[in-house]
């Protein structure tokens, strides 16, 4: 039987934040993650209506569960991410395998 798709039951918010902090996460030289929880130095700031991540964008419409507290406590609750967001942030071994299903939506290609 093929794995359930969202099995923790997130809502469409928290799964863009989770992929955008899972994009924040990877290495950006393309070398095997690291185990264990990965630290997410510092949220992007913004660039006009979007903000850069590695090699892709985030449109801000996409991101603003990057400010909101509920989706932060969620995705504690879950055990996706831990730390005192926005502070403080890890993305957790399960927040990192957690697939989300909407990375292709949230990360875009740029050319700028």
């Known amino acids: ?16 934040t989770l992929a955008i902090l899972q994009a924040l996460a990877a290495p950006e030289d393309g070398a ?14 913004a660039h006009g209506n979007h903000f850069h991540v590695g090699e ?9 569960g990057l400010h909101n507290p509920s989706v932060w ?3 504690i609750r ?6 005192e967001p926005p502070v403080s942030l890890t993305l957790t ?9 909407v990375a292709d ?5 740029h050319d700028h």
Not at 32 to 45: K, N, S, V
Not at 56 to 64: C, E, F, K, L, P
Request: aromatic share 2%.
């Open 73 to 75: 406590a969620a995705l």
């Open 32 to 45: 095997a993650a690291p185990e264990g929880d990965r630290p997410i130095p510092r949220l992007p700031p």
């Open 1 to 16: 039987m093929p794995p359930k798709r969202n099995p923790l039951k997130l809502n469409a918010l928290q799964l863009k």
């Open 78 to 83: 879950k055990g996706l991410i831990g730390g």
């Open 93 to 101: 071994p399960a927040g990192a395998a957690y697939n989300t299903g």
């Open 56 to 64: 892709h964008i985030v449109m801000g419409s996409d991101a603003t």
């Open 105 to 109: 939506k949230v990360l875009h290609s």
